[in-house]
């Protein structure tokens, strides 16, 4: 099958050097550092004896070459 003229492929967690895969990869970032920050929170929090919180924290679409309109 050719990529992405037959079939789109995204990855998730934007790996180191996905960008330079042929075709570039679209993939779903997640922001690492804001989770952390947020787990530790949270969990300081609930240490602490206050409440458990459920943040949402919103990945993001990278759109590289191994996605397109879907086949005609």
């Known amino acids: 099958m050719r990529v992405p003229e037959q079939v789109s492929v995204v990855g998730f967690d934007d790996i180191e050097g996905c960008e330079y895969f042929i075709p570039a990869l ?11 920050r947020a787990s530790l929170a949270t969990l ?7 409440s458990e919180r ?3 924290i919103p990945p993001t679409l990278v759109v590289r070459a191994s996605t397109g309109p879907p086949p005609g």
């Open 26 to 36: 679209t993939t779903v970032r997640q922001p690492f550092d804001e989770l952390g």
């Open 54 to 56: 459920h943040p949402a």
């Open 44 to 50: 300081l929090d609930v240490v602490g004896g206050g």
